[in-house]
DNA sequence: TCTGGGGTCCTAGGACCC
DNA sequence: TCTGGGGTCCTAGGACCC
């Protein structure tokens, strides 16, 4: 049996999701916002229609969206990240191996399946992902995790396919190859669409024949892979048990520019407290953090300055106490007192690169952490937390969320409609001529 | 006159992804 | 006023060692 690999995901997903809850939403244009309301990084078609672009600044396109009547959202993970679980879900009812690739994108394993059964079980997929979930999807299928994304771009863009597209057998792929252009392919970025451009390479079919070697040269190993994988010779192995991660950060730039060294320490604080709860989720441990904090490339005129610095830890821990120390020293030792013009910094960050599992981790011979007791208190607050929303109970260093003047915008968020429950949504069914219901007397 | 060679490890920076 | 955040992988070059 050939080797075929499906690659499925979410249409527009974060705008999906909203719309999951908010039939209204549905054949109007929708647009999702990036962290601080940033960038819209979701889009529906109705949205793509009017030029909006994937990045695209929102105070840039602000007036456009109120002149057409754009609906637009503050991004929810919370939601998203509990409508991708679902999702998955139903993935596993089709496939026995699956692999999570992203927040919306999974491959599934459909080798077992016999090659003329394929599109079927596609097509049946969909629709229960549809029926169970709310989300519509589309799916692609080929021989290498390369291929199955190229399909999963051909079912987007050719309505007539009905949202799937099967590339294993070669003839038919060949066909659809010379029609697309190369920078569609899954790893081929800008600077290298530049040197294939020098090349001569235009089509993924022109890519696929390229020789392999010298194309090294230009495209190192990655883009060796590539070629290899569009003549149908996988390079990239599914992943199914997820790796475990080498690094973690928080980073995020603040509302509004911060100038006082005790807004800064309060935000890396926030970061650090963030961060360490990250880690413990994951039973991960970390000996050194990076602190960053800069001013705006957008600020024309106004000095800039960009600190980054590597706090050194006693031994690996995941305590936040620890870590909000540490974040904190990062921003004592390199602040410089503000002159005449100040800086203004636009973002600040935590960063560890080095994570290791706690419990495989060395001890410090001197100045050993406590980590019993401070264990027992980090599991008691996140058991706290679990039960009542994150930043129920946070250390007083961290700051209160009231008084974050440097804090995140999410002004247009809607409700985590699946994961609270004081946020669950009404629904109200109005009786209608039918049969009566009444409890049995019997 | 002439100044080895090969290996590992680490880091910074580039590129790409969603 | 207003331009996201969080990852991975690869390579080159320096430090260091024998």
Not at 28 to 38: A, F, K, Q
Not at 107 to 114: I, N
Not at 209 to 223: F, I, N, S
Request: charged fraction near 25%.
């Amino acid at each position: 049996m050939s080797r075929a690999l499906a690659l499925i995901d979410g249409n527009s997903f974060y705008c999906s999701c909203e719309r999951v809850f908010d039939p209204k939403l549905v054949g109007v244009p929708v647009i999702v916002l990036s962290n601080n309301d940033g960038c819209a990084v979701a889009r529906t078609p109705e949205a793509k229609a009017l030029g909006i672009k994937m990045g695209a600044p929102y105070f840039m396109i602000r007036e456009l969206c109120r002149r057409e009547k754009v609906r637009v959202f503050s991004s929810n993970y919370t939601l998203y990240g509990d409508m991708s679980a679902r999702a998955n879900a139903v993935y596993r009812q089709f496939a026995k191996d699956v692999e999570i690739y992203s927040i919306d994108e999974s491959f599934l394993d459909l080798s077992e399946v016999r090659e003329r059964e394929r599109l079927e079980l596609a097509r049946d997929l969909r629709s229960t992902v549809r029926r169970w979930t709310g989300i519509p999807t589309c799916v692609g299928i080929g021989p290498t995790k390369t291929l199955a994304k190229l399909a999963n771009h051909i079912a987007k863009r050719v309505p007539e396919l009905g949202g799937v597209c099967d590339l294993s057998d070669e003839n038919e792929r060949a066909m659809w190859l010379v029609g697309i252009p190369v920078g569609e392919v899954w790893g081929i970025g800008r600077a290298s669409l530049a040197k294939l451009e020098a090349l001569g390479v235009d089509t993924v079919a022109d890519l696929r024949d390229l020789d392999p070697r010298p194309a090294r040269q230009a495209l190192t190993v990655v883009g060796e892979r590539i070629i290899h994988e569009l003549r149908g010779r996988a390079c990239l192995p599914l992943e199914i048990v997820p790796a475990r991660r080498k690094g973690c950060a928080v980073t995020r730039s603040f509302a509004s520019r911060v100038t006082e060294q005790a807004d800064l320490e309060q935000a890396v604080s926030a970061h650090a407290t963030r961060l360490a709860e990250k880690l413990r989720r994951d039973g991960l441990a970390t000996t050194q953090i990076t602190v960053f904090y800069h001013t705006s490339e957008h600020d024309r005129g106004d000095p800039k300055r960009s600190v980054s610095t590597v706090v050194h830890l006693p031994e690996a821990t995941s305590d936040s106490l620890v870590l909000i120390k540490a974040a904190r020293l990062g921003v004592a030792k390199t602040w410089r007192e503000q002159g005449p013009e100040p800086w203004r910094y636009s973002k600040a960050g935590v960063i560890t690169t080095d994570l290791v599992p706690l419990t495989e981790s060395p001890r410090a011979l001197f100045g050993a952490l406590d980590r019993e007791r401070g264990g027992a208190l980090m599991a008691a607050m996140d058991a706290c937390n679990r039960r009542f929303g994150r930043g129920t109970v946070v250390p007083a260093r961290a700051g209160l969320e009231a008084k974050r003047t440097w804090a995140t915008k999410f002004e247009m968020r809607t409700p985590r409609y699946t994961t609270r429950l004081a946020e669950v949504p009404v629904v109200t069914a109005m009786a209608t001529a039918g049969p009566e219901i009444r409890p049995s007397s019997s």
